[in-house]
């Protein structure tokens, strides 16, 4: 691979991770020990990681609900790591102000930070409709990022995009500008949000928007205990967050978010026709943290949000996901690039930089789900990559 994303790649480790009954576990890290190289799985369970040389790694397989994994894999090999559950102790009685007041404690260790740092993604952005992808975009960027509002800015490094060519019978879609939600994650905000802004629980004052629980405390292989607490929208608000917030419970550090946004997130979409109805309620999301630092930055986001259309009588459901991927920290500050905004739109971003065939043929860092994989295929047979087509 080109030494300006990851470390030349010339041989591979793929595998599968389950629990303890064999259920794939998505969203899982899997590194290789001594290095800073590594991947998460994919929706299934899947990950696959490129190697220099086909010497033997130590793997290292972590997520906040099970115990840690050190695992001997070589190269070549196809290995299925199962996991066992981490210890968790429930509370004897739900504690809602010890949920609030390490929300409160989070939130104060992320405001007094405000730490500006740069770092080198992966984001991978794919829409679909019942079994066929419509539309694939695959970017490498160089971020401006800070621990409260997450990528400030940022620059194409690498980048392919395709969509489907449809006939006159069939309309096509896609999300104008999906890519801001996971570049534009916002860790807390300093002030609270406006009617029409997306929030989550880091904010002041949250005791007037939502109320917490603690739903247990799982206790780390290393000791470390981490409370999973429970956030509900107290009131009704246009756009909410609803799951679970994972905190550190000595250092006050975010491992983990988990749950739903909630409510028209304000979503523009591209059509060849003026669109009769389109409804969103929300998305899902992920985020995995890495501590750096002392600090906890997002190592992997992952969104997916369905939109129902109907068009003259014609109704499809359409499922986007959005996959953030960093792989690449510094201290150094890069203050070149564009401005993160909601104004822009994916594909005409992404139309300005040449297709390279062969560099996507070598860089992979996220397997793609079994789907995925097959429409890759099929764009590359068709020549969809680096061609826009509209109705």
């Not at 470390?7 to 899982?28: E, R």
């Not at 956030?231 to 550190?248: M, T, W």
């Not at 190592?299 to 991927?325: A, D």
Request: with cysteine; aromatic share 14%; hydrophobic share 35%.
């Amino acid at each position: 691979m080109s030494s300006l994303y990851l470390n030349a790649q010339n041989y591979n480790i793929s595998g599968k991770v389950t629990d303890s009954l064999g259920v794939p576990v998505p969203f899982v890290s899997v590194g290789i020990e001594g290095s800073h190289e590594g991947t998460f799985t994919n929706e299934n369970g899947e990950f696959s990681i490129n190697l220099e040389n086909k010497t033997p790694v130590v793997l290292t397989v972590s997520h906040i609900a099970y115990k840690k994994q050190r695992v001997e894999a070589p190269s070549g090999e196809y290995v299925v790591i199962k996991l066992s559950e981490a210890r968790i102790m429930l509370q004897e009685v739900t504690v809602s102000r010890m949920g609030l007041n390490f929300i409160k404690k989070a939130f104060e260790k992320i405001i007094e930070s405000g730490k500006k740092y740069s770092a080198k993604g992966f984001y991978r952005q794919i829409t679909g409709e019942s079994n066929e992808v419509t539309n694939i975009i695959e970017c490498y960027y160089s971020l401006n990022m800070n621990t409260i509002s997450n990528a400030e800015r940022y620059r194409i490094l690498n980048g392919r995009y395709g969509v489907v060519k449809r006939d006159s019978s069939n309309f096509s879609f896609n999300i104008n500008n999906f890519k801001y939600y996971p570049l534009g994650f916002s860790n807390a905000k300093k002030a609270i949000p406006g009617v029409n802004t997306i929030f989550f629980p880091m904010i002041p004052n949250v005791e007037e928007f939502y109320s917490f629980s603690v739903a247990g405390i799982i206790r780390q292989e290393d000791e470390r205990e981490i409370l999973k607490i429970r956030c509900s929208p107290e009131q009704k608000l246009p756009v909410a967050f609803e799951g679970y917030y994972y905190i550190d419970k000595k250092t006050f550090n975010i491992e983990r978010i988990e749950g739903e946004v909630i409510g028209e997130i304000g979503l523009s979409f591209s059509d060849t026709e003026k669109m009769l109805k389109s409804h969103n309620n929300g998305f899902s999301i992920v985020v995995s943290y890495k501590e750096i630092d002392g600090y906890a930055i997002p190592g992997y986001i992952h969104m997916k949000t369905v939109v129902n259309v109907s068009l003259k009588g014609e109704n499809k459901e359409f499922k986007t996901t959005g996959t953030l991927f960093f792989f690449e920290y510094s201290d150094k500050v890069n203050r070149k690039g564009v401005k993160n905004s909601i104004k822009t739109h994916d594909f005409k971003e992404i139309s300005k930089v040449k297709y390279d065939p062969v560099f996507w043929k070598e860089n992979n860092p996220v397997k793609y789900t079994t789907g995925e994989e097959e429409a890759v295929r099929i764009y590359d047979k068709n020549n969809y990559f680096g061609t826009y087509f509209k109705d």
